[in-house]
């Protein structure tokens, strides 16, 4: 059997929008694929209000942990997508070569409104790499 793609989600605390795409690429994605997220300086948890925005539109995220990115994430991954950086000199697009960068505002400290918001962007971009996926599996274009 072959082994699934993987794409990485990264951002620097890993505790709302790379967890909150890990998620809904986990809802949308095809056969093959699988979604995994990590952050440079990964925090002790996830944002309780990206947890509450994703259970607004039935995706448990609550178990997921934010965990530091290693080098063997970023070599097993098909495509790495960096979600936006709130600290340059942590910013994954320094470690990792041939990041997608999406550059979506942080949620930390914003209203469940503007989380929404983001949640809703990711939701948006996440539904156009499955139909990148899905249209032509041989090469990933976004």
């Given at each position: 059997m072959k082994n699934k793609e993987v794409i990485l989600f990264v951002c620097v605390q890993n505790a709302a929008r790379s967890q909150i795409?890990?998620?809904?690429?986990?809802?949308?994605?095809?056969?093959?694929?699988?979604?995994?997220s990590a952050g440079t300086e990964p925090?002790?948890?996830?944002?309780?209000?990206?947890?509450?925005?994703?259970?607004?539109i039935g995706i448990d995220i609550s178990n997921q942990k934010p965990k530091v990115i290693t080098e063997e994430m970023v070599r097993n991954s098909t495509a790495r997508v960096n979600m936006?950086?709130?600290?340059?000199?942590?910013?994954?697009?320094?470690?990792?070569?041939?990041?997608?960068d999406w550059n979506i505002d942080d949620p930390k400290g914003k209203s469940i409104e503007q989380i929404r918001d983001i949640r809703d962007t990711i939701d948006s971009k996440i539904k156009?790499?499955?139909?990148?996926?899905?249209q032509n599996s041989t090469q990933v274009n976004y």
């Open positions: 795409a890990e998620g809904l690429f986990k809802k949308y994605a095809p056969e093959g694929y699988e979604a995994i925090s002790g948890s996830i944002n309780p209000l990206a947890i509450q925005v994703m259970k607004e936006g950086c709130i600290d340059r000199k942590s910013c994954p697009t320094l470690f990792i070569n041939n990041v997608i156009e790499i499955v139909t990148t996926l899905t």
